[in-house]
């Protein structure tokens, strides 16, 4: 089956994307084409609440990275995909990428299934505070810091090393709490509300195309599983291996932007 006819076949879709929609903004993702490790493992969740050393780490390196995640623009798939949505071939979009920029490019049905990097929360009280607010303190706090440059890292991050003893790390506003983005780290659960609004959109849909991502992290995997359990059929555009191949009944290898603009054409 073409990737064109499975879209025909099942129209109301649920769409689960990854880093590959992101990586022509300039954003990397974190495998390769095996689904390995293409640098050291991210920050994870225990590491960062436990330990002061870890959050300026974090910090530091955000200060650097974040500027070019907020400077991102929409690529090619972003667009193909809100372009889908506005011909009513996709009626949820779950996206694992923190970044935005489906928001950006026009797509309304999004749920961040990971959180977004542009808001940032107290571990303590629980308020929200900008991303862009905390930037600036980052930046007042660090001269030094904020002239460093370095090669940007999956979902803001840059690849400083330290050492980071030196790094002023903003309080909450409010409480003086812990702040960390508001996003799921590695070693974190998704919220279950959130997961339940996942599930529900599978539920409504009658198939799921999977775009730019291995799958190798339970945390999407997930929703192919259930597909498979609710007879769903699962379509696949990737660059490499997925964790999901063996469940597709579609598998198309490629630029994620490429091949869903032929898509979007040949529906047209």
């Known amino acids: 089956m073409t990737l064109d006819a499975f879209v ?20 990397p993702d974190y495998r390769d084409e095996s689904g390995a490790w293409k640098n050291k493992p991210p920050v994870q969740f225990q590491d960062f609440i436990a330990s002061e050393a870890t959050r300026r780490r974090y910090w530091a390196r955000s200060l650097v990275g974040w500027a070019r995640v907020s400077a991102a623009n929409p690529t090619a798939a972003h667009t193909a995909l809100a372009a889908l949505e506005r011909v009513g071939a996709i009626s949820t979009l779950v996206t ?39 930037q600036g303190e980052l930046v007042a706090s660090n001269p030094l810091w904020r002239r460093r440059d370095a090669a940007n890292a999956p979902d803001g991050d840059a690849q400083l090393e330290g050492p980071f003893d030196d790094v002023v790390v903003p ?11 508001d996003v799921v780290f590695f070693g974190e659960n998704v919220p279950k509300a959130r997961l339940a609004d996942c599930y529900s959109g599978l539920a409504r849909a009658d198939g799921v195309l999977v775009v730019g991502s291995s799958l190798m992290v339970f945390s999407g995997y997930r929703f192919c599983l259930a597909a ?24 198309v290898e490629g630029d994620c932007g490429d091949v869903l603009h032929d898509l979007l054409g040949r529906l047209r």
Do not use: M, W, Y
């Not at 025909?8 to 954003?27: D, K, Q, Y």
């Open 171 to 181: 309080a909450c506003p409010f409480c003086g709490g812990v702040l960390k983005p």
């Open 96 to 134: 694992q990428n923190v970044d935005g920029l489906h928001q950006k490019a026009g797509s309304q049905a999004v749920i961040d299934l990971h959180g977004r990097l542009d808001t940032v929360r107290c571990l303590d009280c629980g308020a929200p505070v900008s991303r862009a607010a905390i």
């Open 8 to 27: 025909r076949s099942a129209p109301r879709l649920f769409v689960l994307t990854g880093a590959g929609c992101s990586t022509a903004s300039g954003i």
């Open 228 to 251: 498979a359990e609710l007879g769903k059929p699962v379509a696949l555009v990737n660059r490499g291996k997925t964790r999901a191949d063996d469940l597709a009944q579609v598998k």
